[in-house]
């Protein structure tokens, strides 16, 4: 598979600073689905409380894929001002992001998986999680 993502040997501006970058862009998206499940619950009158993880879930899945697919970013990804591309090097479609985050949540869901993803994201040139390598993508900082 041809990957026409930007090269980290010659165009390392696109990868500087992109592993803290994503811990704290994923900090605020954590932020923005605790607030959003709050929301419902308090709107059902604490009746989603009951079955917060559920509710969590399928919210934080909803928020990602529709996120990644609109902009090809996360809020908190464009408060970091990073996105994510594709093996082609273009923005992730809408299929690419519901398998991004599906691939996502699944080795967030499994601590060797994260632990894994986790290391790859820190010492990899590219900074791609076990997520990203499965299908090619990669974040980047926003091209100018």
């Known amino acids: 598979m041809t990957n026409a993502l ?8 696109f990868y500087d600073g992109v592993p803290a970058k994503r811990l704290f862009a994923w900090i605020v998206d954590v932020i923005i689905v605790i607030a959003i499940t709050f929301t419902l619950g308090l709107l059902t009158l604490s009746l989603l409380w009951w079955v917060w993880p559920l509710v969590y879930i399928t919210v934080d899945f909803i928020y990602r894929s529709a996120t990644i ?25 809408r ?20 632990l894994i993803s986790i290391v790859m994201i820190a010492l990899g040139a590219r900074h791609q ?16």
């Open 95 to 114: 299929g690419e992001a519901v398998l991004h985050t599906l691939l996502f949540m699944t080795a967030t869901g499994f601590v060797l998986l994260q």
């Open 6 to 13: 930007p090269d980290p040997d010659h165009d390392h501006p």
């Open 129 to 144: 999680g076990l997520h990203d390598r499965l299908i090619g993508s990669a974040a980047i900082n926003r091209p100018r």
């Open 69 to 93: 697919a609109s902009r090809s970013a996360t809020l908190g990804m464009r408060l970091m001002n990073i996105e994510l591309r594709g093996a082609s090097g273009a923005p992730l479609s």
